[in-house]
Structure formats: C-alpha cells, structure tokens
C-alpha cells in the first residue's frame, strides 16, 4: 500500500477539479478503477501502470489517459513520484501521451481546470514505452481481438496454460480471462454510443451472445447496457433541432 506525502483532492475527478497527489517511492497502488475518464500528468518521479491498455512505464512529461472504468494497478519507483489528475470531458483514444510542460498545465488547473484540461489536448502527443514481455504482448492481442482464445495463444508462444494463467495474473493482478472480459465490455460500450442495436453489438464485441454482454458491462460499470443505450438517446434528443 502507499502512503502519500501530500494532500489529496478525495473524489476530486467527479467533482470536476483537479487532484494533485504526491506518491512515495517504492509502493503500490492496488488494482482500483474510476467511473469517469480523466489524465494522469506525470511531473517528477515515475511508476509503472498495469491496466486496461496494457503495462506503460512513465516518467516526468508522460501522461496516462484513462477511459471510464479502465482498471489499472500502479509501483512506484524509488522516488515515487508527483502527478497531477485532470478529468476529461470525452473518452481517449490511446493510453499514453507525453506534454512539454506540464508544469505551465499544472498552473492553469490551479485557478481554471478546464483550460488545464484543453490546454492538455492542444499539447498533447501519442508516445509509446510500453513493456514487452509476454504478458504484455497477451494484452495487447486480447485488447485487440475479444474472440481470442487463450489455449490457442498460450499454444503459439510455447506456454502451459498454467504458466500463462500465473504469469499474467503477477503482472496485472486479475486473470487474462477477466482482462479479456473486461476489453470486451469496453468495446460494446463504446459501440452502445453508436446507438447501434445491443444484439448486434454483443456479436461484434465477440460476446457469446446478449445475455452474456449485459452481465460483463453490468460488472464493469454497474449498470446494464440498457441504461447506457437510454443515457445514449436521451443525450441525441437533447441536440435535436425544434421545428417550427
């Protein structure tokens, strides 16, 4: 467990305020999730992040985009590390970016948190330090193909099905069969805001069938795709032009 070294903004994210956290070295953070999507700025330090998009090693400069109820687990290095969270008012499309000054961000989120917030996205690029080993390189496939058969990749990397099982399970603290779940309830959400019909989602999510998609996003959210569908529509409704 960690013990920070500063205050934190508890529950900042969903009062839409910036948290400044300041983390000491060499703990975790154990696997938790946010029910909103938010930026972590890294500004000195760094840590490893396990989580929905894979295994990143961050450093000062790097920031670590995180969807709506992406889980993730954190260690820290030695020097632990400083980090400033900005929520983000759209879901991102990559899990890791990097910003020149994130110091000049951290001072527009002290008075304004949405200029930090767009300040962000204007700077912002893609950045790539992944880890690649093997357990890695499975949930990076699993997040790209959700029909993905263990056996089958356990097969082609010449691993017992055992080794995978514990091998992945040390690095991200929950099994590849939930990992793999889980990146199939984010693809059906995602889908859901298309307004496109749940049947055909939960077969384009790579679901068995519907059923089986409304109990992996109601245990990753904790409401059915239903009230995602309806929060969807009401939302489309809203922007709909009046006829004279």
């Given at each position: 467990?960690?013990?920070?070294t500063s205050?934190?903004?508890?529950?900042?994210l969903?009062?839409?305020?910036?948290?400044?956290?300041?983390?000491?070295?060499?703990?975790t953070?154990?696997?938790?999730?946010h029910?909103?999507?938010?930026?972590?700025?890294?500004?000195?330090?760094?840590?490893?992040?396990n989580?929905?998009?894979?295994?990143?090693?961050?450093?000062?400069?790097?920031?670590?985009?995180?969807?709506?109820?992406?889980a993730?687990?954190?260690?820290?290095?030695?020097?632990g590390?400083?980090?400033l969270n900005l929520?983000?008012n759209?879901?991102?499309v990559?899990?890791?970016?990097?910003?020149?000054d994130?110091?000049?961000i951290?001072?527009?989120?002290?008075?304004?948190?949405?200029?930090?917030?767009?300040?962000l996205?204007?700077?912002?690029?893609?950045?790539?330090?992944?880890?690649?080993?093997?357990p890695?390189?499975?949930a990076r496939?699993?997040?790209?193909n959700p029909?993905?058969?263990?056996?089958?990749w356990?097969?082609?990397?010449?691993?017992?099905?055992?080794?995978?099982?514990?091998?992945?399970?040390?690095?991200f603290?929950?099994?590849?069969?939930a990992?793999?779940a889980?990146a199939?309830?984010?693809?059906a959400?995602a889908?859901?805001?298309?307004?496109?019909a749940?049947s055909?989602?939960?077969?384009?999510?790579?679901?068995?069938?519907?059923?089986?998609?409304?109990?992996?996003?109601?245990?990753?959210?904790?409401?059915?795709?239903?009230y995602?569908?309806?929060?969807?529509?009401?939302?489309?409704?809203a922007?709909?032009?009046?006829c004279?």
């Amino acid at each position: 467990m960690c013990a920070q070294t500063s205050e934190r903004w508890i529950n900042g994210l969903a009062r839409g305020t910036a948290g400044h956290e300041v983390w000491a070295g060499l703990c975790t953070i154990p696997r938790h999730r946010h029910d909103s999507a938010y930026a972590a700025v890294i500004f000195s330090g760094g840590y490893e992040e396990n989580g929905s998009y894979g295994r990143y090693r961050v450093k000062a400069g790097h920031v670590l985009l995180h969807r709506s109820f992406d889980a993730h687990l954190d260690r820290f290095e030695r020097s632990g590390a400083r980090v400033l969270n900005l929520p983000l008012n759209e879901e991102p499309v990559f899990g890791l970016g990097w910003v020149g000054d994130p110091d000049a961000i951290a001072r527009l989120a002290a008075t304004d948190v949405t200029a930090a917030s767009d300040a962000l996205k204007q700077q912002l690029l893609p950045a790539r330090v992944s880890v690649d080993d093997w357990p890695d390189l499975l949930a990076r496939d699993l997040i790209a193909n959700p029909r993905l058969r263990l056996d089958d990749w356990a097969e082609r990397h010449h691993l017992a099905p055992a080794t995978l099982s514990r091998g992945f399970a040390k690095v991200f603290a929950t099994s590849a069969a939930a990992f793999r779940a889980e990146a199939r309830a984010q693809i059906a959400l995602a889908l859901i805001e298309t307004g496109a019909a749940l049947s055909d989602i939960a077969v384009n999510a790579g679901f068995s069938d519907q059923p089986h998609m409304t109990r992996a996003i109601t245990a990753l959210t904790g409401h059915p795709p239903g009230y995602w569908a309806g929060r969807v529509k009401t939302v489309q409704d809203a922007v709909q032009p009046s006829c004279l």
